[in-house]
Nanobody, 116 residues
């Protein structure tokens, strides 16, 4: 089993920054990728950024050069961060952390709101 705990959402003005964190615990040795997705009401969940165990990353075109995914780990946890800079109102969404292992685990979601 893999458990995920997210933190770091909130309200920020356009042009500002936020950093999201997602800590994985449990069978972290089985995780081969972790990522951030976002979803607005009525829309499908879409990939924002992905980290793979081989060190490679993938970004959605709309966030390239503004968002950065990174990873930190201990023997029992993997924490994935999403540094979001130059935020835009269209980045407003619920952001979900995801871990891919033998199955897939989702976090509870954290609201990011970009506005005045």
């Amino acid at each position: 089993q893999v458990q995920l705990v997210e933190s770091g959402g909130g309200l920020v003005q356009p042009g500002g920054s936020l950093r999201l964190s997602c800590e994985a615990s449990g069978r972290v040795f089985s995780i081969y990728a972790m990522g951030w997705y976002r979803q607005a009401p009525g829309n499908e969940r879409e990939l924002v950024a992905l980290w793979r165990r081989d060190g490679s990353t993938t970004y959605a075109d709309v966030v390239k050069d503004r968002f950065t995914i990174s990873k930190d780990s201990t023997p029992n946890t993997i924490t994935v961060y999403l540094q979001m800079d130059r935020l835009k109102p269209e980045d407003t969404d619920v952001y979900y952390c995801n871990a891919i292992h033998i199955g897939t685990t989702w976090g509870q979601g954290t609201q990011v709101t970009v506005g005045p």
